[in-house]
T-cell receptor, first 114, second 116 residues
Framework: AQKVTQAQTEISVVEKEDVTLDCVYE???????LFWYKQPPSGELVFLIR??????QNEISGRYSWNFQKSTSSFNFTITASQVVDSAVYFC???????????FGKGITLSVRP | EPEVTQTPSHQVTQMGQEVILRCVPI?????FYWYRQILGQKVEFLVS????????KSEIFDDQFSVERPDGSNFTLKIRSTKLEDSAMYFC??????????????FGPGTRLTVL
């Protein structure tokens, strides 16, 4: 069975602080994909990144970076120099080839204070 | 940029009524999905649909639910007799491919269903 754990529920930081959102996943499949989605207060789900299980390279996109470590089954997300607009709920999700659904974690509510 | 659209954005209904939530997936996508998010909770998979039939469904997707692709563009979720606990945000998603060739699932903006 697939499982995604986001142990942090709420994080509050002051603007310009760096913040890391943790994600731990479980799957027996050797081929899988990991995703991060952002859900701002308006409610839509915004795709941030996809990473497949064969690509452990870390990725940086502007202020966002992702650290994928298969050894610890983790796919953590770091926001550098956070901004108020980063305030949202962030979901980590897992997809395996064995089925066609995304399994989401419970989400982390990030509040960035001015 | 192509996007998934959903209508209505907010639906209010009385318990026991039927509702139909509508989605227009991205035009060249082949796989369609419905997810549900009860307020303050995680996003949960309901059903996936490919080639005019259900590929997979979760335990949430009981006999009260059905999906249909009535024409070449729309993808609908019907709840036959709504219950209070059906109140949630319903997201439609579509993707180009499945299995080993995975692209991200593009999500629509959601329909907030309120059952009174």
């Amino acid at each position: 069975a697939q499982k995604v754990t986001q142990a942090q529920t709420e994080i509050s930081v002051v603007e310009k602080e760096d913040v890391t959102l943790d994600c731990v996943y479980e799957t027996r499949d050797t081929t899988y994909y990991l995703f991060w989605y952002k859900q701002p207060p308006s409610g839509e789900l915004v795709f941030l990144i996809r990473r497949n299980s064969f690509d452990e390279q870390n990725e940086i996109s502007g202020r966002y970076s992702w650290n994928f470590q298969k050894s610890t089954s983790s796919f953590n997300f770091t926001i550098t120099a956070s901004q108020v607009v980063d305030s949202a709920v962030y979901f980590c999700a897992l997809y395996t080839g064995a089925n066609s659904k995304l399994t989401f974690g419970k989400g982390i509510t990030l509040s960035v204070r001015p | 940029e192509p996007e998934v659209t959903q209508t209505p954005s907010h639906q209010v209904t009385q318990m026991g009524q039927e509702v139909i939530l509508r989605c227009v997936p991205i035009s060249n996508h082949l796989y369609f999905y419905w997810y549900r998010q009860i307020l303050g909770q995680k996003v949960e998979f309901l059903v996936s649909f490919y080639n005019n039939e259900i590929s997979e469904k979760s335990e949430i997707f009981d006999d009260q639910f059905s999906v249909e692709r009535p024409d070449g563009s729309n993808f609908t979720l019907k709840i036959r007799s709504t219950k209070l606990e059906d109140s949630a945000m319903y997201f439609c998603a579509s993707s180009e491919a499945n299995g080993g060739l995975v692209n991200e699932q593009f999500f629509g903006p959601g329909t907030r269903l309120t059952v009174l």
